[in-house]
């Protein structure tokens, strides 16, 4: 054989290797447990196979409820499509298979893998879940993301709901919300004495302390007990999600607010479920709930600032607190932190890295957004 016949004869050998190897009924796996160099690089990766994987995800929200129901169907069918279909989140709204403030105890049993909701709803366990979602006078939406996302916040929540087998991430976040919607005029802080209104969280012990009687209602019960007379105030997210629940036509006074300036929502799960999740679904499920919960925050935005024209030519009444009122709340407020944080530790801890965080923030937007908004 002459040099010029070897040559193409071992390169045409070489691309049929090269081909023969691209074909998978030819190609066989390399164990890289034998490979230590290659295993090193590989070793967190556990690749799935085309195995399919259904999640079952409880709501806190009615069926295609605007930006928050929404917002999840979002983001599962992006769990969908970026796992190429491998990854099934099947959304369960409220009361279908859990009812709507039972998704919690449902998923720490394993139940069900995951839920959508807010940590506020869950105080009664420990009075630091609340904290997760905002506290009043306190984070805007953006300084709770940042506290979350790169502060201590995220570690803190993790830490304790690991105790109930759960793993939460950002779920999405309602920006700041309203003070409420009210039957009569509040004039001063005695009109606030004795009045039941539908408010969680921390913000409802504030109002407990100003002579709020508060109630802890689902938002499907919130209409029928204002228009009953059951309750005679209610305080829900903003003029998006307001408008669509009809407040306006039995309590059209309504009165911006600081019990909830920039609220997180949860998409919580199963740690253990989640443990069991191949390492690209488990990345998926993250990189896609960081997705949603900065469009949740924009939409939210977006939302009310349309909706707030429609509610005005509604004839709805739009009006501050009193100055009593907010002189009140925040001299509650301090009375509610100092008597949780006396009882448990949990709450003591986490409202201190809150206040350090949240203080810093404040040096920065006094000298920066505050007084860009107040020029503007």
Not at 242 to 259: C, E, L, N, Q, R
């Amino acid at each position: 054989m002459n040099r010029r016949t070897f040559l193409v004869t071992a390169t045409s050998s070489g691309a049929a290797l090269a081909i023969g190897g691209c074909n998978e009924s030819n190609h066989q796996a390399i164990d890289y447990s034998k490979h230590p160099r290659k295993s090193n690089k590989l070793k967190h990766i556990n690749i799935n196979r085309n195995k399919k994987v259904i999640i079952k995800l409880a709501t806190s929200w009615p069926a295609h409820f605007p930006i928050m129901g929404s917002g999840v169907e979002k983001f599962a069918q992006r769990v969908k499509d970026i796992s190429g279909g491998s990854l099934e989140i099947k959304i369960y709204p409220k009361n279908v298979l859990i009812p709507a403030l039972a998704v919690f105890d449902a998923c720490s049993s394993g139940q069900i893998d995951a839920f959508h909701s807010g940590p506020y709803y869950w105080k009664g366990k420990n009075s630091s879940f609340s904290l997760y979602s905002g506290i009043p006078f306190g984070f805007t939406a953006e300084e709770i993301n940042s506290w979350m996302t790169f502060g201590n916040g995220l570690k803190l929540w993790r830490e304790q709901y690991k105790k109930y087998n759960l793993h939460p991430f950002l779920g999405g976040n309602t920006n700041i919300q309203m003070g409420g919607w009210f039957r009569k005029p509040i004039n001063s802080l005695a009109d606030m004495h004795g009045l039941k209104m539908r408010i969680p969280g921390l913000g409802g012990e504030v109002f407990s302390k100003i002579g709020v009687n508060p109630v802890l209602l689902p938002a499907g019960e919130i209409y029928t007990s204002l228009e009953r007379g059951v309750i005679d105030a209610t305080e829900w997210v903003g003029p998006a999600l307001d408008i669509k629940m009809g407040f306006y036509k039995i309590a059209p006074y309504y009165y911006s607010g600081w019990h909830e300036p920039g609220s997180i929502l949860e998409l919580t799960f199963n740690k253990h479920s989640f443990s069991k999740l191949a390492f690209e679904h488990q990345s998926i499920i993250e990189v896609c709930s960081s997705e949603m919960n900065a469009n949740m925050t924009s939409e939210f935005h977006h939302n009310n600032i349309y909706a707030l024209q429609k509610l005005k030519d509604l004839g709805v009444t739009l009006s501050n607190f009193p100055e009593d009122v907010n002189s009140a709340g925040k001299k509650a407020l301090i009375e509610v932190v100092d008597e949780l944080s006396s009882k448990n530790r949990d709450f003591a801890e986490v409202y201190a890295d809150i206040r350090d965080y949240l203080d810093l923030s404040k040096s920065w937007s006094n000298i920066s957004l505050k007084n860009f908004l107040n020029e503007r």
